[in-house]
């Protein structure tokens, strides 16, 4: 998994409540279990007209909003099914940063787990932030978890919190395997220790 450390990019506002991962990424598009390429299928049914042809009025097809690395989204992003490919869609789109109140405990901890940041704000930053992402050009916001901050075009700072663990992980670059990997002198220490304790499980 890539290290997370500081990112600046244009914040797409999506003032929209209980986005789910249905509308992240349609169920007709999870037959593959590969990462890469989902990005395309992104909020499908809100990007695409019912021809094929892009959504004009949908943010992520506007000009100044079509290589947003952040989203700035109302409470409860992420309910509903547990699909992985709903925080493996917004990666591979581009989307590195999602910004709400409050998100469903699942897509949470999976967007964490794939590299990810998810930060919640209390309602009244979160309304200072779909401003600053309003701006359309200019919206662009710097996060830096390291120091745990966003800072918006205007140079005004809010500080957001995080659990230390989650911070590390991502600061490392540090997956579920990668923490794994780390014990792996432990783990073939206990495999040589079983070996000769239990001979037979090894035959």
Known sequence: MEKFNKLTGVAAPMPIRNIDTDMII?????????????????FDEMRFLDDGSENPDFVLNKPAYRNASIIVAGENFGCGSSREHAPWALKDFGIQVIISTSFADIFYNNS??????????DA????KLME?????????LTVDLEAQTIEGPDGGTVHFEIDSFRKHCLLEG??????????TSKIEAYEEKQKTAQPWLSA
């Open 26 to 42: 349609p169920k007709q598009f999870l037959k593959t279990i590969k990462r890469e390429g989902l990005g395309k299928n992104l």
């Open 132 to 140: 600053d992402a309003e701006r359309g050009a200019n919206a662009t």
């Open 124 to 127: 009244e930053t979160l309304a």
């Open 112 to 121: 964490f787990k794939n590299g990810m940041l998810p930060i919640k704000v």
């Open 174 to 183: 540090l997956d579920d395997i990668g923490l794994t990997q780390q014990k």
